[in-house]
């Protein structure tokens, strides 16, 4: 109540130093915590984002006042809300200022800010260099482990290049606790700035040897980040690695040097086998399954040609995947997948065990045996195998893993051109029964494959025809027309185009026209009619090429010719403008053929040539590898340029002029174009203004007009009180997705089967028993184009790629780092000045001195001043900023004015 009385007398003296200190203090008083701040937000589950939006109000009035304690404490509130999702960074002036306080307290607090929202574009970050270089080099160890802490989450290439060198004097501090810190923040300055890693590789050696285990560890982090993309640059560290890892005892540390000496041994074949004997000790010794884990990694990924090692890995790893504990059985899974890739054989004998992970509960093991299971397959298992998953997949639950299990199948059967597969007939089959999985989206790629086997395999096109004839009356196929594109539905897409394409291994003809052309074809996607109704022609032409030779064709080719002029009428009516061309194609060329036929003069052989030809398997990158032919411009108009508005709206007044003449001949004339003078013009313009403030419909841009009428009744009404009706409309939003084509690899080699007996897998003696199948592997291309993997891989930039650098040879000129230094004022080059005049100048600046030391005096006894004041407190505040962040100017010459 007593500071309530004061309000009126602290509104007359706000103007003065007391009583803006007694406003700060009755501020202070009612202003809410951060503890009441939380339990505000907790209270007002419904409205919460109107009380954050009441409490980020408060906060900028408290943000105006001179307290740095209640500043802090509104900075803490602030940090509270960033935490939440909203955004602060109107007040990042506020958290430099809290940050250059003198307390500890209100230090953490604006450092803690500073690393919750600053970033790279953060504009105050430019103030801030001077400021954290006095916290870095301070006798105060916290204040340096604020300043290293927040330094780390918003390191700029600037501050990188400003603070390197004080960096690098800390990691070599007394003091154990600052040298780890700064040798792990310097990994941040390296990246910003890549120059310093020359510089700094020296002292980040020595820590590796100090005697504090924390710092050791923080340098092997830093060189094993470093070494994650360049591991080259770091061969030299090796000796120094092997030390640690045969006297430390911190688990932690072995892991990380075990994982650098994975992508070291790779580069040095020698490393290799010295690593052998402590990393079996380690497996055999070692209580700590992470450790096990890297140890048996790193053998496998670089010693991946000892033999007893790898068998070794192998057993432990069994024991992973036997173990209760979910974690350690993925992780044996994905170790044994790696394994799998360099001995086949060590793999195989675990198959068992691999199948019973697949009735795991856990779907991400079950996905990761399956992988696995895949990558075992040869042409012997092949079969056994996919049995298995097929049988698995009748029990299996959810969509998505089943989805994976037909993906999985159709993979590995297709992989590397079909090298595994030895009786197509069967593959079909596979097929065929993949299309009864309930729910499946992998229609588009079952029938993809359909297609891709019956082109490539010429042998098992007869039997791939029959089995579309069973597909084209499947019921489940037509019932699941109404699901999304890539439904089981797709299926029927290849089955149409494998009868028209192949129709010469129909065998009832007239009964496959009938099931391209029943009536529930209608009820499916609009691509797949198309091409029904398109094959009826092929399938057609091709009983009209059979028909003269062939008595019980030309009555099949009768009874087609009916059944296409009473069902074809129903596709005419389509919604579908591609299903509604083709029918009428389809219709008018059958009528056409028949009519010609009645004549006496058939064309069965000219429409039959319409569809000759070999279809190849087009290369992925064909449309890309066409050459642009010679003397064509594919960016010059092909018509004329479309015409711009002004000439458009002359050429249509001259064509209503010439169109609506009175009697006679129209005569055009032209007339020359002639420029209004400044009068004219200011008239015109007076003209359309008047006439733009008269028209109620014009949208201007100058002041609101008042409401007349009808608007002015209710001018006085609330808008937003206004309700608004929410429509509802029942239209089901659909995506599709473009078919995707299975990309198509090479033929396997010689090089390529050498490769697999070595490893154990089957080689061509081993198919005596089966028949050879002709595979096409044939990929049609441009002439003279030749087939790339790496034309589409985009190189993006990498932060890491600046880092690789030569560190065996590092010359002296760059072991110190350039110093930036402000540009320095000259020297006026002015006569000098008189004596008199120089002791008056001596006497003004003292006198100004003398003031300003009484002004600041006042102040701090009044309250403790910020460092930095508030960009809305005064105009001399961005002075005042200004002069505590940036570096001290040099001392001014004598001569200078």
């Known amino acids: 109540l007593f500071f309530f009385s004061l309000f009126p007398v ?78 602060i960074s109107w007040a990042a002036f506020n958290i430099v200022e809290v940050m250059s306080s003198r307390k500890f307290n209100h230090k953490r607090v604006g450092y803690l800010a500073a690393t919750q929202c600053f ?43 400003d603070l390197a060198n004080d960096i690098m004097s800390m990691m070599t501090s007394n003091r154990p606790h600052i ?3 700064a040798t792990l923040v310097s990994y941040k300055v390296f990246l910003a700035y890549p120059d310093a890693l020359r510089a700094a590789f020296s002292r980040l050696k020595d820590r590796l040897e100090d005697p504090e285990p924390s710092v050791q560890a923080a340098a092997v982090n830093v060189v094993c980040e470093l070494a994650r993309k360049n591991p080259k640059n770091y061969l030299s560290l090796a000796p120094i690695f092997f030390k640690l890892l ?77 173990d209760q504990d979910q974690n350690l059985k993925y992780l044996g899974l994905q170790a044994m997948s790696n394994v799998l890739k360099i001995q086949p054989k060590a793999v195989a004998a675990h198959r068992d065990l691999i199948m019973a992970c697949l009735d795991d509960e856990d779907e991400s093991i079950r996905l990761r045996a399956l ?12 079969q056994d195998i996919v049995r298995k998953l097929l049988v698995h997949l009748e029990t299996s639950d959810g969509l998505h893993y089943r989805d994976e299990v037909v993906s999985k ?9 079909y090298a595994f597969v030895t009786d197509f007939e069967w593959y079909v089959q596979v097929l065929v029964q993949l299309t009864k999985v309930e729910s499946t989206r992998h229609g588009c790629l079952i029938s993809g494959q359909l297609m891709d086997v019956a082109i490539r395999v010429k042998a098992v096109r007869e039997y791939a025809v029959k089995q579309c004839c069973v597909l084209l009356d499947a019921q489940h196929l037509h019932s699941s027309s109404h699901q999304h594109r890539n439904g089981v539905c797709e299926v029927l897409f290849a089955a149409g185009w494998l009868m028209g394409e192949f129709a010469e291994y129909v065998d009832d003809p007239v ?117 642009v032919p010679e003397g064509l411009d594919l960016d010059k108009w092909i018509n004329e340029p479309p015409k711009e508005k002004d000439e458009e709206f002359a050429e249509r007044k001259l064509t209503a002029d010439v169109l609506f003449v009175e009697g006679g001949e129209a005569s055009i004339t032209y007339k020359p174009y002639e420029s209004d003078d400044e009068e004219t013009k200011s008239q015109k313009r007076q003209q359309r203004m008047s006439q733009n403030q008269n028209n109620p419909f014009h949208l201007g841009a100058g002041e609101l007009k008042r409401p007349q009428g009808a608007a002015a009744a209710h001018a006085g009404e609330d808008m937003d009180a206004i309700p608004i009706k929410k429509l509802d409309v029942d239209v089901p939003i659909t995506f599709s997705l473009p078919e995707q084509k299975k990309k198509k690899k090479k033929k396997i080699s010689k090089k390529e089967r050498k490769r697999r007996k070595e490893l154990g897998l089957p080689s061509d003696s081993e198919e005596e028993q089966t028949r050879i199948v002709e595979i096409s592997a044939v990929e049609e291309l441009p002439e003279g184009a030749k087939v790339t993997d790496d034309e589409d891989e985009d190189k993006k930039d990498d932060p890491h790629s600046r880092l690789n650098i030569d560190l065996d040879h590092i010359d002296d000129s760059q072991l110190m780092l350039p110093t930036r230094s402000h540009r320095q004022v000259k020297q006026s080059t002015e006569p000098a000045e008189t004596e008199a005049s120089k002791k008056k100048a001596k006497k003004e600046k003292k006198h100004k001195k003398k003031h300003h030391h009484e002004h600041s005096s006042k102040t701090a006894e009044a309250s403790d001043a910020p460092l930095v004041a508030g960009l809305e407190d005064t105009p001399s ?21």
């Open 119 to 161: 970033h790279a574009g953060t504009d105050v970050l430019m103030l801030t260099t001077n400021l954290i270089k006095k916290d870095l080099t301070g006798q105060n160890i916290y204040d340096s482990s604020l300043a290293i802490d927040g330094l780390a989450n918003f390191m700029t290439p600037d501050l990188a290049q």
């Open 511 to 627: 009964r496959a026209l009938e099931q391209l052309l029943q009536p529930s074809v209608s009820s499916l996607p609009g691509h797949i009619q198309a091409v029904f109704v398109h094959n009826t022609l092929k399938l057609y032409a091709s009983v009209a090429k059979r028909a003269p030779e062939h008595q019980p064709f030309q009555e099949a080719l009768t009874k087609m010719a009916d059944v296409i002029e009473q069902r074809v009428p129903l596709f005419v009516q389509s919604g579908d403008l591609e299903v509604q061309e083709r029918a009428v194609t389809v219709m008018e060329t059958v009528r056409y053929v028949s009519k010609k036929r009645s004549q006496g003069t058939p064309v069965d052989e000219e429409l039959a040539a319409l569809f000759d030809g070999e279809l190849n398997p087009v290369a992925p990158k064909a449309q890309k590898k066409v050459p």
């Open 877 to 897: 505040s961005v002075t005042v900023a200004a002069a505590a962040a940036a570096p001290a100017a040099p001392a001014p010459a004598p001569a200078a004015a």
């Open 10 to 87: 602290l509104r007359g003296a706000h103007c003065t130093e007391a009583g803006r200190v007694c406003v700060g203090l009755a501020v202070a008083m009612f202003e809410k915590t951060l503890t009441d701040l939380i339990r505000g937000i907790r209270s007002h589950t419904d409205d919460e984002a109107k009380y954050v939006c009441g409490a980020m109000d408060d906060c900028r009035r408290e943000l105006r006042t001179d307290s740095l304690d209640t500043k802090a404490n509104a900075i803490a509130k602030l940090t509270y809300i960033q935490m939440m999702g909203y955004d």
């Open 409 to 417: 199948i159709i993979g590995v059967c297709s992989q590397d051109n």
């Open 179 to 181: 040298r780890k810190k």
């Open 246 to 322: 045969t006297t430390s005892q911190n688990n932690w540390m072995r892991i990380k040097i075990i994982k650098l000496f994975a992508a070291l041994t790779p580069l040095e074949p020698r490393l290799g086998k010295k690593l052998i004997e402590p990393l079996t000790n380690l497996i055999h010794s070692t209580p700590a399954m992470s450790l096990m884990y890297e140890c048996v990694n790193t053998i496998v990924l670089g010693i991946p040609d000892h033999v007893p090692s790898i068998q070794l890995c192998v057993q432990k790893l069994r024991i992973f995947i036997e």
């Open 371 to 382: 992988d696995l299971l895949s990558g075992m397959v040869t042409k012997k298992n092949l």
